[in-house]
């Protein structure tokens, strides 16, 4: 089932005003620093020395997973890569709330997977977010966004360039925009 959005904590007093503390913010920035100088320009058998930064910054590790290294992640302490799993070239791990990629599951090339949205019936607007799983031996297709809550169901299928508004089962191959299923895997 898809999860509820949830203000995220300390709130926002507008829609103008960031919802994390000042410490949080020079951590954010710390760690785009580090990822863009010490992981961006890696080969690709470098991914160790990737995993090593995302561990660094309290990304959860099992196993070893892989990570590109033109993959984005936003917040890596709410990151959580199980063994083998696989975030693609040029990804992007909105991670404003939490993010799970089960084992074995791929996140290919340039596919979104977006933690957080807004409360567009508050004036204020806060910021609203949302744990996306991924579950074991699924796959997201390549430029694919999947919208904060959502679950995709192990060995499951997302076709490219859908977009995921909803829970997306085990064992099916899904897609289109919005994204449903097509047929058993």
Avoid at 79 to 108: F, K, M, Q
């Amino acid at each position: 089932m898809t999860e509820p959005l949830k203000t995220v904590a300390g709130g926002q007093i507008s829609q103008f005003a960031s919802p994390w503390p000042v410490n949080e913010r020079a951590v954010r920035i710390l760690w785009e620093l580090c990822w863009g100088i010490f992981c961006v320009w890696t080969p690709k058998p470098a991914n160790p020395w990737r995993l090593f930064w995302l561990g660094v910054f309290g990304a959860k590790i099992h196993g070893t997973p892989f990570v590109h290294q033109r993959a984005r992640i936003a917040i890596p302490w709410k990151l959580t890569l199980h063994d083998r799993a696989c975030l693609g070239d040029r990804a992007n791990a909105y991670s404003l709330g939490e993010i799970e990629i089960g084992a074995c599951a791929v996140v290919a090339q340039e596919a979104y997977l977006n933690t957080g949205s807004h409360d567009f019936a508050d004036p204020a607007m806060p910021l609203v977010v949302a744990k996306i799983t991924i579950g074991e031996d699924a796959f997201v297709g390549a430029r694919a966004f999947v919208m904060p809550g959502v679950t995709i169901g192990a060995r499951a299928i997302v076709g490219a360039c859908s977009v995921v508004t909803r829970d997306v089962p085990e064992n099916v191959i899904a897609a289109g925009n919005p994204c449903r299923v097509l047929r058993p895997r």
